[in-house]
């Protein structure tokens, strides 16, 4: 039985990651084991490394920006779960899906647990190892290649320092065409180049 949720749905840069993960029957799982959004960023990679160490399988699925430009942000969601489960060894025979179910895949071998991530350890350990990893390309890969935007500091959501920086510098190739708002692109003083 799989445990599946995504992390940087509603962000205005970078891409949509998913985890899965499996655990072993009868396991003994931390304490503080719940939904990411809950823990600080310190808590959320040491619980990383012990949901890695006490799973039987985990996999992460990445779907890059361009990918969410050009389909949507719910497809990108489905294809970053479908790909994490693809990726899975062994294969779950069962999915647990945070909120919805998927597509292309058989529905009688998912459920869709509304709050998920707050109710089901599996869920709750994908959401932490998606939120890490994606934390990590924000504040690493993209704030390397952006320095001007600082991905490491709001990892790509819409915060005002975020806003300030597409309001000076204009929109890169990973922010999401769509989710910045068009007041901010309307303003007579925004810079529409395209890095």
């Known amino acids: 039985m799989a445990g599946v949720d995504e992390v940087g749905r509603g962000a205005w840069a970078g891409p949509v990651v998913a985890a899965a993960v499996i655990f072993p029957p009868d396991i003994k799982l931390p304490k503080d084991l719940r939904d990411s959004k809950l823990l600080q960023p310190e808590k959320r990679r040491e619980l990383s490394e012990i949901i890695q160490e006490l799973a039987l399988s985990f996999a992460i699925g990445e779907v890059r920006v361009q990918i969410v430009n050009k389909y949507g942000v719910a497809s990108a969601t489905q294809r970053a779960m479908r790909a994490a489960l693809r990726k899975l060894s062994p294969a779950p025979e ?5 909120a919805f179910y998927l597509r292309y895949l058989r529905k009688s071998e998912q459920i869709a647990i509304v709050r998920g991530d707050k109710t089901c350890a599996s869920i709750a350990a994908a959401s932490i190892l998606a939120k890490v990893y994606r934390d990590k390309q924000m504040a690493g890969k993209m704030h390397r290649r952006f320095p001007k935007y600082r991905f490491c ?12 920086a597409i309001f000076r510098w204009g929109l890169t190739k990973i922010h999401r065409i769509k989710f910045v708002p068009q007041n901010l ?11």
């Open 185 to 195: 692109i309307a303003s007579p003083c925004f810079n529409e180049s395209y890095h």
């Open 153 to 164: 500091s709001h990892k790509g959501y819409g915060t005002p320092e975020h806003q300030e």
């Open 94 to 98: 069962y999915e647990l899906i945070d």
